[in-house]
């Protein structure tokens, strides 16, 4: 295949089928691309010296957030250079949990988020083998939370703790964030509300509060955040 080919095939490829485009039809995402993945826009594909520098470009905003964790890191450490040094050298743990978190950390939008993965790299140096296994698990946590999902934690947590509600027949209820309680807050998200609520839950960082009850039996869903999420939300907070 030429060159000149590559972005019509591209085209060929990504453009949906009739029926395709039926089901995306009603999707209010679908919105968020439309007019995006045409041929007409893929036939401006720029060549390959332009795609070179935009990936450098990327890179070096990659490299500045790796540097600027590692930086954080050792401020937060107080601990000279070479000491620092020589345990990264000698502990093959702790060296491959900073890679870990550097990974993670470069592709981190926002400086809250760099901050956290800062704090989690200072704390594994003196910590021992189960200490540093939970904070490999936190960054496999951090990775798949953008700042979308930490908007929805901080509103589930305020729904949480407000007063138990009562039924119409005068029982208690449970206090969580509903869907539509949640759209109402974040109109601005509510195409993608349960994709960020299904990816919360999944992490484990928040629950249905109806969970093992008749109430979630009869298909009633309040979300509330689970000790993790709430302890996550904590180290959020502790390092605005």
Known sequence: MSTEEIPTEIARIVEPSTEEKRATKALPIAKVVAGVLTKGTLSLVPGGGFVTELMHVVEQRSDRKKQEVLALAVAALQEDADALKARLEDDDELAALWLRGLSAAQV?????????????????????????????????????????????????????????????????????????????????????????????????????????????????????????????????????
């Open 108 to 240: 981190a939008r926002t400086s809250e988020k760099l901050k956290v993965f800062a704090a989690i790299l200072a704390g594994a140096v003196d910590a021992d083998h189960h200490q540093r296994m939970v904070a490999n698990a936190l960054f496999r946590v951090l990775e798949q939370l953008e700042q979308e999902h930490i908007e929805v934690m901080r509103l589930v947590e305020e729904a949480g703790a407000a007063a138990t509600s009562k039924e119409p027949d005068g029982s208690n209820g449970r206090s969580g964030a509903t869907l539509p309680w949640l759209q109402e807050r974040l109109p601005h998200l509510t195409p993608v509300l349960p994709l960020l609520l299904a990816t919360l839950t999944s992490l484990s960082l928040t629950r249905n509060a109806w969970e093992n009850t008749w109430g979630g039996i009869e298909g009633r869903v309040a979300f509330v955040l689970t000790d993790l999420g709430s302890e996550l939300l904590r180290v959020f907070r502790s390092q605005v």
